[in-house]
């Protein structure tokens, strides 16, 4: 079936919803999604989102800005931040008045905690900066955003799983997939079209990224000769809850929680000797796993712990009802009585699809805006967290540049006709349907994603070297031409998970190829970059984004500068 | 594990598959789907998101109960026994484990849509003040992960009233009347009342025991026909 929109947005998360809300004051607008929207991940957000409120103390944008670029290591455009970080108490504001229940200080306030990273005066101490609602903040805004959305008439398309970007001549006409639930081909043909599809975390074994998140957005630029930038930066958090990686919210530290070794002592203190267990993401991770290497894992093991027993009971229950029941659940541990077992979970992922600040993809270094084309959230890199990102900062990322999307799409499509639909469009979702119903290979995909997760998570995560990275490529190149040889033993059309499985496999593949390249081609360590062989941060070379290219010949690298405007690169101390 | 099967393109009746599956005590209910579908049957349908119990994909009948797939354990259930997975009851059921949610979805939006919108001038001045004790009218109401649970275990629904507006739109109503912001409230009350609505609740409290989030759903749904009947019905209140 052919639907024809002014704007259409690919995923229903936040950054999603926010833009589709924003557009949907000007023209028609479509979610499609390949889960129903309110199953997205942006649900499972727990901390908060930052801004500069100063509703608990003094707290200014040019700190929160400071915070970011340092958080960045440097490689975040800086007037990207400094939008990003000036637009978001109003941006704030704005949810509460759409109806988002923040919890509330004693003087009605919105009321702000402690963040990893976010401090006062330039580095000085921590700050209360996040914004939050109990540890289900990103739910909270997802429901607000789901009845806007609603009350708006943006349209939604559930279980839709978009394969195409469509284009006419240059200019982006519109996306075609099948809906899940008949595998019937459905086009939706537009004068602008936003990716707002999220991250990759399923590329690697342990993850706090739900089945959703397999780099979809990612392979539809990619299929479309569009770079990726700064690919080789995944964010690792620090405290997945071991063995499942669900995430535990540095809310939890926030709220005073504090990590042990095996021998109990809170080793943080060695690493950051200032924000210890609050120090960003990337240094607190590649500490744990310091810690285990060196034997200091509980019981000679593979994880830490997270001390919450000093928080109390009543605090835990009314600061962090959601962590707290998980680990009940999954661990039947009381987090007020014994210590939480915690590993890092791949959690994020900064690159992504290159865009400008009003969310407009960036085709090549030259900067040239791609017409019709348009990405935010994860799957977007503006780019506001460089090489490693500030907790709260992603929240408020997909509120500040998905309300800039909306505003520039909804504008772009005012001002044009619809461009007229390729031939091809319904017919390549079809055939590429039809062809893998029909595949008789012998690989299955299941088997071809767990040694995926495998190669990625032992050789491409917290620690990397040339060498490791050398047998990755080759292992993810293998893989990809195992997958030419796929077959599927459910031939059904509906609700063929076998099929999705499959193709999302494919958009994982070639991402996990795009992240080890980018990885081998950086030779210094960033952020959340860290390379064995080259542990110094190296600026006269690294400072600048890379831009990785799917060709038909293979990948192809080319750089673009770092916008530095207030604050010179320094070492990076916490 | 005893799986309830249907599959349109091929079935007539549905039927029951029942598959071993090697799991430990901490294994999710969802891990053991999984390996139905990874190692076995690649042909199981049923949904999933998060795998955390946050996004409310994964509802399904254990054992005759609403729960979420991956908010129980192996451990939770007697596992020399069988465990009996089916759809969950109310929903029509499109393949296997999964159901249409439409009539789920529809009677969340009669609520949302009736809600005159709040402001959504981006550059509102201030936020507005809440109490903490006013925040804490709707602390429950916001725990809601819209899966479905309640309604496929409302015995109202299920025998009475398959037209009973049910408890997640009336917690969901809840949220926004008990919100001291909105400026709506009398008119959602009134939305309640329109036939099939809140009045249809006969306090069976079998939402308030399958909730995964363990919200007090009855107790959210009386304390709103009590105040409907105080600020819309004030007479016969008296009487």
Redesign the interface.
């Given at each position: 079936m052919i639907h024809e929109y002014d704007v259409v947005v690919v995923g229903g998360g936040i950054a999603g919803l926010y833009t589709a809300?924003?557009a949907a004051?000007y023209c028609k607008v479509a979610v499609v999604s390949k889960?129903?929207v309110?199953?997205?991940?942006s649900?499972?957000a727990q901390g908060g989102i930052a801004a500069s409120?100063g509703n608990e103390e003094e707290d200014h944008w040019e700190w929160h800005m400071y915070d970011t670029v340092k958080g960045s290591d440097y490689l975040a455009d800086q007037d990207a931040v400094e939008i990003l970080t000036k637009e978001a108490p109003?941006a704030?504001?704005?949810l509460?008045?759409?109806?988002v229940?923040?919890?509330?200080?004693?003087?009605?306030?919105?009321e702000q905690r402690r963040f990893g990273g976010h401090t006062r005066n330039y580095g000085q101490a921590s700050v209360k900066r996040a914004c939050y609602?109990?540890d289900?903040t990103g739910?909270?805004i997802m429901?607000t955003l789901?009845?806007?959305c609603?009350?708006?008439g943006v349209d939604f398309f559930n279980e839709v799983f978009v394969l195409n970007l469509l284009f006419a001549g240059e200019h982006c006409c519109g996306v075609s997939g099948y809906d899940v639930?008949t595998c019937k081909s459905e086009v939706f043909h537009a004068k602008a079209v936003v990716l707002a599809s999220g991250g990759s975390g399923k590329i690697f074994k342990t993850t706090s990224n739900?089945?959703?998140s397999t780099a979809d957005g990612f392979a539809l630029v990619l299929d479309s000769l569009i770079p990726l930038e700064d690919m080789e930066f995944v964010q690792f958090h620090p405290t997945g809850i071991y063995?499942?990686g669900?995430l535990i919210s540095e809310a939890a530290r926030a709220e005073g929680g504090v990590l042990r070794n095996g021998i109990g002592e809170r080793f943080m203190e060695r690493y950051a000797p200032n924000l210890k267990d609050l120090a960003p993401r990337d240094i607190i991770s590649r500490a744990i796993l310091t810690e285990i290497k060196e034997g200091k894992g509980v019981n000679g093991k593979d994880y830490v712990s997270l001390d919450l027993t000093k928080i109390g009971k009543e605090k835990l229950i009314e600061k962090l009802p959601?962590i707290s029941?998980?680990v009940q659940?999954?661990?039947?541990i009381d987090p007020s009585e014994m210590l939480v077992p915690v590993a890092p979970t791949c959690h994020y992922i900064m690159g992504g699809i290159p865009t400008d600040y009003e969310g407009r993809v960036l085709s090549d270094e030259g900067e040239h805006a791609l017409a019709g084309l348009f990405a935010v959230g994860e799957c977007a890199c503006v780019s506001v967290h460089g090489a490693n990102r500030l907790g709260c900062n992603s929240l408020i990322d997909l509120v500040v540049f998905g309300?800039r999307t909306g505003i520039s799409a909804a504008n772009h499509a005012k001002e044009r006709k619809l461009p007229p639909l390729p031939q091809q469009a319904e017919s390549i979702v079809v055939e590429k349907v039809t062809n893998l119903l029909s595949a008789k290979g012998k690989e299955?995909a299941?088997v071809l994603r767990a040694e995926m997760q495998s190669v990625m998570t032992e050789k491409c995560s917290v620690f990397r070297n040339a060498n490791e990275l050398e047998q990755a490529q080759n292992q993810i190149c293998q893989l990809e031409n195992r997958l030419l040889n796929i077959g599927?033993?459910?031939k059904?059309?509906?609700?063929?998970?076998?099929l999705q499985e499959a193709l999302e496999l494919s958009n994982m593949l070639k991402t996990a190829g795009v992240i080890v390249f980018s990885a081998l081609q950086r030779k210094e360590s960033r952020g959340a970059h860290y390379r064995n062989d080259y542990q110094d941060r190296n600026d006269e070379e690294g400072l600048r984004h890379s831009l990785v290219y799917l060709t038909p010949e293979g990948f192809k690298i080319t750089y673009k500068p770092v916008s530095i405007t207030r604050f010179t690169p320094e070492n990076r101390r916490y | 594990m005893k799986v309830y099967r249907f599959?349109?393109?091929?079935d007539n009746e549905p039927h029951y598959d029942i598959f071993n599956v090697d799991a430990n005590p901490?294994d999710?209910i969802l891990d053991c789907l999984n390996k139905i579908?990874?190692?076995q049957d690649?042909?199981l349908?049923y949904?999933?998101?998060?795998?955390?119990?946050?996004?409310?994909?994964d509802a399904v009948s254990i054992n005759g109960i609403p729960s979420l797939a991956c908010?129980k354990?192996i451990?939770d259930y007697d596992y020399k026994q069988e465990l009996l997975i089916e759809p969950l009851k109310f929903f029509p059921i499109?393949?296997?484990l999964?159901v249409d949610?439409e009539p789920f979805?529809k009677r969340i939006?009669s609520i949302?849509?009736n809600?005159p919108?709040?402001?959504?001038?981006?550059?509102?001045?201030?936020?507005?003040?809440?109490?903490?004790e006013?925040?804490g009218k709707?602390?429950d109401a916001?725990?809601?992960?819209?899966c479905g649970c309640c309604v496929a275990a409302c015995p109202v629904i299920l025998e009475q009233e398959q037209r009973f507006l049910g408890p997640a739109a009336i917690l969901r109503a809840q949220?926004?009347i008990f919100?001291s912001?909105?400026t709506d409230s009398v008119e959602c009350m009134q939305v309640l009342e329109k036939p099939y609505g809140i009045w249809g609740c006969k306090s069976y409290y079998m939402c308030t025991v399958v909730c995964p989030k363990?919200i007090k759903v009855t107790e959210k749904i009386l304390k709103t026909k009590k105040k409907i009947i105080q600020e819309l019905h004030p007479k016969s209140e008296q009487s």
């Open positions: 809300l924003t004051e889960v129903h309110t199953r997205s991940h649900v499972a409120l109003e704030i504001i704005s509460e008045h759409m109806g229940p923040f919890t509330r200080n004693v003087e009605g306030k919105i609602v109990s289900r739910r909270a429901d789901y009845d806007r609603q009350t708006i639930a739900g089945f959703a063995g499942f669900i959601e029941s998980f659940t999954y661990l039947g309300r299955r299941a599927l033993d459910n059904g059309k509906i609700f063929n998970y076998e | 599959n349109p393109e091929t901490y999710r579908r990874w190692e690649s042909s349908a949904r999933m998101s998060c795998a955390h119990g946050i996004c409310g994909s908010q354990l451990k499109t393949k296997d999964i949610m979805f939006k949302n849509q809600q919108s709040q402001t959504l001038d981006y550059s509102p001045e201030e936020e507005r003040l809440q109490s903490i006013e925040r709707i602390d916001i725990k809601c992960i819209l949220k926004h919100d912001r909105a363990k």
